[in-house]
């Protein structure tokens, strides 16, 4: 794989909402390498994670007082604050490790690390689930997305 396609699938990974659910059928696509793509789209995804949990409520509270984006704002923090219900107090970690490790749109790095961040859980443990959490989406979006090429050919 050469270099250019390791940073497109960096910043794939990296990008909110898109992240490994976008970037690994990109990679499957393209006919790369499984293994290099789990591995580059793992560290694309885990980029923004430290920033997320560490700044995600400041930015929020900074974008809820320019007018144009304070809407915005709202909308980021309510849904973020909604799928927090799912976070089970007894099972605070496992739950952010869960919510980020399902495959499906929403579930990523950037909502699972705004989950936390909100919750004001422990910043290190959140970190570690999170990373786990991609860690596991990825192989199974590995299994799937190579899975579905070997099917289809």
């Known amino acids: 794989m050469d270099p250019l396609s390791i940073i497109k699938l960096i910043i ?6 898109i992240e490994q659910r976008g970037s690994i059928p990109i990679g499957a696509y393209l006919n790369y390498n499984p293994w290099e793509v789990y ?20 930015i929020i509270e900074i974008l809820k007082k320019i007018k144009f984006l304070d809407k915005l704002a709202y909308w980021y923090e309510n849904r973020a604050l909604k799928k927090c219900e ?3 107090d007894n099972y605070k970690y496992v739950s952010i ?14 909502t699972g690390s ?7 859980l422990d910043y290190k443990k ?11 989406a990825g192989f199974l979006l590995i299994l799937i997305s190579y899975g579905v090429k070997i099917l289809v050919i």
């Open 126 to 136: 959140s970190l570690f689930a999170v990373i786990l959490g991609a860690a596991m």
């Open 114 to 120: 705004t989950i936390a961040s909100l919750l004001k």
């Open 97 to 110: 490790f869960l919510f980020v490790a399902i495959p499906i749109p929403g579930t990523g790095v950037w």
């Open 12 to 17: 794939v990974s990296a990008t909110p909402l």
């Open 39 to 58: 591995c580059w789209t793992l560290l694309g995804a885990m980029i923004p994670a430290p920033f997320v949990l560490w700044l995600m409520p400041h």
């Open 86 to 88: 799912k976070v089970k």
